[in-house]
């Protein structure tokens, strides 16, 4: 049973309704249902591991050929009964999931298997540690608890992510408080029968509002209302999602939600992401403080608010770079963009990539096949989703609909969504592709035996080196001089420019960076041995920055990342900076070196999971991961 359309030799994502998500659903549980059945009754000498460990990876292709499509369908399909089917499904999928992961025959029967390959070693050091993590070893009670919370923590996810992706909210500001908008953005946003313009919190209308607007009350008032898009409900489900995490920590009688966390990362333990946060805290602090005494000069204000921040920073690199991020749309619009963007991978990593006409869930979604530059083979496939519109994700990401396998000649597929402004990207947008589209090479780049290790698959404070590693491509000269082949009538890229958007770029580093280690210190507290309330804590720590926390803000509501996957994962992000900047590092003085990345895709991309990140890692590296370049970049030098 299988739903993804096969047309020639390419795969694609089956457009389903509302109904088909049901069925399709259905029918690839039952299927996996009596594969694993099998399995489970099959005399245990008649086996070999290679013979489990196939069986098992073909019965999560099923899964996966359903849920994946399935699980992107979710939020980017226009239509509301769709989303909702694929949220029911998803929650069927997670308690079968858990089921599985429960079952005492199958873990004995994984555990005592011999596997005949490194891939094989770690399939099942993963599959285990899977057991182990939905309660396997649990007595029955507290098996049925964890059964019950992993339930609900699906649930309560969905409902998060939902208000916010169909938060209906719209502001209205007069023309007097539109002042300092560009002419593009006042001609583009919706206005009201007095003259107002009318706006939500996609980030085409938020993000160049509160850099221009020259009135201070409104960027208080449009930013106020940002930080409760995730509406009051959110606090009281992030407040459930925090309890429910203690509990299964008390499940496992270990302190935190962090500890049960944290043993399948690289860090290994909670212990090792404080001290890693203290080194960031302490080579921050001072760059936040300097960065902040610039912007109050710009400002000739004795303090700097938080919906000033953007504002300021935007004069300081106009007067001081003359850097206009609105003005940098000129040079980077959005389809050609896109197309100098597969030209340099094409030409980093041998391949090529060709547009086709498939089905897709809106107009605006582009597919393209990959190819091999060498052969001409088909490798996978990608969809871009780029545009903003009602109800559909808001942020940027990638997903991974479909993961590999060499054994089975499975292709994969990865979707790129991101909400970018139809004509043209500001340099942080340019970063927020290349970004996007490395986990999306990851994906598509893989090469792995077994489904289970596909791309990015790796560990979860890993998961970002390839995609922040991408972004170094958005700044250097070697990459962007080729913007020209894409776009001859746009004013040039040149190195002065470059220069000077590299230069602008470090100013406010200190700002990010304290911010980030506020994100993520939030996150180690909530999964910490005694959470407490997501909004107090946050409100006490957040007062503890130069900024201070502003009465009427209600940012936990928002913070997706913690109410889903990355909990207890945030500090991920520096942790695989300090890995990204290093990997920067192997490619040398030239960007654009193919036999670097060639390299980089043979023995990283391609890998997956197959091997622990930091083998992989220090494979291509020759040596192990330093931190040099992190800690330089964050203190601002
Ligand atoms: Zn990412």
């Avoid at 079952?103 to 182990?132: C, G, M, V, W």
């Avoid at 449009?222 to 203690?246: F, M, Q």
């Avoid at 990207?425 to 589209?437: G, M, P, R």
Wanted: glycine share 6%.
């Amino acid at each position: 049973m299988t739903q993804i359309l096969t047309l020639g030799e390419r795969t694609t994502i089956p457009i389903l309704t509302a109904e088909e998500v049901a069925s399709t659903a259905a029918a690839a549980i039952a299927e996996a249902q009596g594969r694993f059945e099998a399995l489970e009754s099959e005399p245990i000498e008649s086996l070999s591991a290679t013979e489990i460990l196939e069986r098992w990876d073909d019965a999560t292709i099923v899964l996966e050929d359903a849920f994946g499509p399935i699980a992107l369908l979710n939020s980017v399909h226009p239509e509301a009964s769709v989303r909702d089917a694929a949220d029911r499904a998803l929650v069927d999928e997670s308690v079968f999931i858990t089921g599985l992961f429960q079952n005492e025959k199958l873990f004995e029967r994984i555990s005592r298997i011999t596997p005949a390959s490194s891939a094989q070693k770690q399939l099942k050091k993963d599959l285990i540690e899977s057991f182990e993590d939905s309660g396997v070893a649990l007595p029955a009670e507290r098996r049925q608890r964890f059964r019950e919370i992993s339930e609900r923590l699906t649930e309560l996810g969905q409902e998060f992510a939902k208000n916010i992706r169909e938060n209906k909210t719209v502001l209205r500001f007069t023309p007097e408080e539109c002042r300092g908008l560009p002419q593009a953005y006042l001609d583009r946003v919706p206005k009201d029968g007095e003259g107002n313009i009318v706006v939500g919190f996609d980030y085409p209308d938020y993000v160049p509002f509160m850099m221009n607007s020259a009135s201070e009350e409104a960027r208080k008032r449009y930013y106020i209302a940002n930080t409760n898009r995730g509406t009051p409900r959110n606090i009281e489900i992030l407040d459930e999602i925090v309890a429910l995490r203690k509990e299964i920590a008390d499940l496992y009688e270990v302190p935190s939600f962090a500890h049960y966390v944290t043993k399948r990362r690289m860090v290994e333990n909670p212990e090792t992401v404080a001290r890693f946060l203290d080194e960031v805290k302490s080579a921050v602090t001072n760059a936040e403080l300097r960065d902040l005494d610039q912007l109050r000069e710009i400002a000739e204000k004795p303090k700097i608010e938080r919906w000033d921040m953007m504002y300021y920073r935007e004069r300081l690199r106009e007067r001081r770079y003359a850097i206009d991020q609105e003005a940098l749309r000129a040079y980077f619009p959005t389809i050609e963009t896109l197309h100098w963007m597969l030209d340099i991978t094409e030409r980093l990593y041998g391949i090529r990539f060709e547009e086709a006409s498939v089905p897709t869930w809106h107009q605006d979604v582009l597919y393209l096949d990959v190819k091999d530059a060498g052969g001409g083979d088909l490798i996978g496939g990608i969809y871009l989703d780029l545009y903003p519109r009602p109800d559909k994700y808001k942020h940027a990401a990638a997903w991974p609909v479909r993961g590999v396998s060499r054994r089975v000649a499975r292709k994969p597929i990865s979707a790129l969504v991101t909400n970018f402004n139809r004509d043209g990207l500001t340099h942080n947008e340019v970063e927020t592709l290349l970004h996007e589209f490395g986990h999306v090479l990851h994906g598509v780049l893989s090469q792995t035996e077994y489904n289970q290790h596909s791309g990015t698959s790796v560990e979860r404070d890993f998961v970002e080196a390839p995609s922040q590693m991408y972004e170094e491509w958005g700044n250097r000269m070697e990459s962007l001089s080729l913007l020209r082949d894409h776009c001859a009538s746009c004013p040039t890229v040149d190195a002065s420019l470059v220069s000077r958007i590299r230069a602008a770029k470090k100013f406010g580093i200190g700002i990010d960076y304290g911010r980030q280690h506020l994100y993520a210190a939030y996150d180690m507290a909530l999964s910490s041995p005694q959470p407490g309330e997501c909004l107090a804590v946050w409100k006490s720590m957040e007062a503890t920055t130069p900024m201070g926390y502003i009465e009427g803000t209600s940012f936990p509501g928002t913070f997706e990342h913690i109410a889903s996957g990355y909990a207890a994962g945030y500090y991920g992000y520096m942790w695989a900076k300090v890995i990204a900047l290093d990997l920067v590092a192997a490619f040398g003085k030239d960007l654009m070196d193919p036999k670097t990345g060639r390299r980089f895709r043979d023995e990283i991309l391609s890998r997956g999971s197959e091997e622990p990140a930091r083998d992989l890692v220090e494979r291509f590296l020759g040596r192990p991961v330093s931190s040099e370049a992190f800690f330089q970049e964050i203190r601002g030098e």
